[in-house]
């Protein structure tokens, strides 16, 4: 996994800190659906309704993809919060646009892949959030079971644990981060987010997710 740059990272961070895309609780914590007890929830759809927001981000992911992915031939969308943000970039990119489902469609064409289905073409995937990378890759193992040649993934956030970084090596797939959890931090000490006493818990939490708070 790679940060796209420091100053996007700590720009995109502060950004989604003001429009509370990032919520930070750590006195009174999240669940996410594995059980984990998080201080953090990072929802990056709410962008999509702040326009300078949206268009900053959209324009970092282009960049991004522009820097790392010359030979791009299409962008795919992971569903759902992959979809508006992958269109977005394809319709100024001028590239042809799909999507992945979570599972397939259970009428009509039973379609897990939505768009023209062109094997062979060299794509770009598009995230909102990485946690793990589980859904990422499943994601990306679809599109390939389809034919489609993967050159990477582009996500606005990550959370940067260890099982990621690990889990998309043995994918053999490329990550780049517009801003990740260690970005976020300082401008949400620097923006009054938190405090040193809060600062300290959210460090621990990052260390070892699966037992915080102890």
């Known amino acids: 996994m790679e940060i796209f740059d420091k100053k996007t990272a700590s720009e995109v ?3 989604l800190l003001e429009i509370e895309a990032i919520r930070l609780q750590p006195n009174n ?3 996410w659906a594995s059980g984990w007890k998080s201080p953090i929830y ?3 759809r709410l962008s999509l309704s702040y326009p300078k927001v949206r268009k900053f981000i959209k324009k970092k992911l282009i960049e991004a993809i522009q820097n790392n992915f010359h030979d791009v031939e299409a962008i795919a969308g992971v569903a759902t919060a992959g979809i508006p943000q992958g269109a977005l970039i394809a319709d100024h990119m001028e590239l042809p646009f799909i999507y992945v489902r979570s599972k397939a469609k259970g009428h009509g064409m039973e379609n897990m892949i939505e768009g023209k289905v062109t094997p062979g073409q060299k794509v770009v995937v598009i995230e909102d959030l990485v946690s793990t990378g589980g859904s990422s890759l499943k994601a990306v193992a679809d599109l390939r079971a389809s034919g ?4 990477g993934m582009v996500a ?3 959370y940067g644990f260890e099982i990621a970084n690990q889990n998309f090596e043995e994918a053999g797939v490329k990550l780049i981060c517009l801003s990740d959890y260690s970005s976020m931090l300082p401008q949400a000490l620097a923006h009054d987010f938190i405090d040193d006493y809060t600062l300290a818990s959210l460090v621990e939490w990052r260390k070892n997710p699966a037992e915080w708070p102890k």
């Open 42 to 44: 990072c929802d990056n």
């Open 13 to 15: 961070a502060a950004k």
């Open 29 to 31: 914590p999240f669940t």
């Open 148 to 151: 489609f040649e993967v050159l």
């Open 156 to 158: 606005i956030f990550t």
